[in-house]
């Protein structure tokens, strides 16, 4: 049976570079977005292409309140396409950045990352949990920025922090149900991420690769394709760890 990926925040970026990745290692993909409709169906169309099934659902991750109708939408998505009750894999990605030192972060900066990387994952984990199958798996993205400190990143660290105690939680009590859940910590890379600053800030840029044992930052295409090995069964005795794919930045 072809498994289900379902990716959040996948319009773009990270999320674009993965979904297309597990599309390649022979899955279907289900992808969110939350304003970048027709970016999303962009990458429908690609993955189409590939000759995958993809759908795009629209989801805000930082609104909790959203999450039992989206999985009820979820629910009636993969009856519809699929005939199928569950799907195999989540990978949580989606987020944000934002850059502030201690002193100056406010309130609203910092709850809005706990509400999309922290509070978001929780919830929305706990939402889809009676449609991911048994033996599946689950990805959460963190930063290679809970490892490595850099000025500015506190909170957004932190929350990632977070997220990476969340994964190993959430391995030990779905592991009754075969569902390994694992951490990928990815390093500085160029995307639109905090308004593309690593890909279009030069000193941002040669700050994170000076940084870096391989001498750069990194690209979507170090990140998406590692993701799509993880999920496939030759991993299937990794689990609740935090692997970091950064190219030895600050070592």
């Known amino acids: 049976m072809t498994k289900i990926t379902l990716i959040t925040g996948a319009s773009r970026g990270l999320g674009r570079n993965a979904a297309l990745s597990n599309a390649r290692h022979g899955r279907d993909i289900i992808l969110t977005y939350r304003n970048r409709a027709e970016d999303a169906q962009a ?67 910092f709850d809005s990352l706990v509400n999309v990387h922290f509070k978001g994952v929780f919830f929305l984990t706990q939402a889809l949990l009676p449609l991911i199958a048994d033996g599946g798996r689950i990805v959460n ?76 930052v990194g690209l979507p295409d170090d990140i998406g394709p590692m993701i799509a090995s993880l999920l496939s069964e030759d991993n299937r005795w990794i689990n609740a760890q935090r692997i970091e794919v950064s190219g030895g930045q600050g070592i």
């Open 43 to 109: 990458v429908v169309a690609e993955i189409n292409a590939l000759g995958r099934k993809a759908l795009a659902l629209q989801l805000d991750t930082g609104t909790v309140a959203g999450f039992p109708a989206f999985a009820e939408r979820l629910r009636s998505a993969l009856r519809d396409t699929w005939q199928r009750e569950t799907f195999d894999h989540l990978v949580n990605n989606a987020g944000h950045g934002d850059y502030a030192l201690i002193e100056q972060t406010t309130e609203a900066q």
């Open 141 to 216: 993205l963190s930063s290679g920025l809970t490892r490595v400190s850099a000025p500015g990143w506190a909170a957004y660290a932190a929350v990632k922090g977070a997220v990476e105690v969340l994964s190993v939680y959430m391995a030990k009590e779905l592991g009754s149900r075969g569902i390994a859940v694992n951490t990928v910590a990815p390093g500085a890379i160029e995307t639109d991420f905090f308004g593309g600053a690593v890909r279009d800030t030069p000193e941002f840029n040669k700050f994170f690769a000076d940084m870096t044992a391989l001498g750069r």
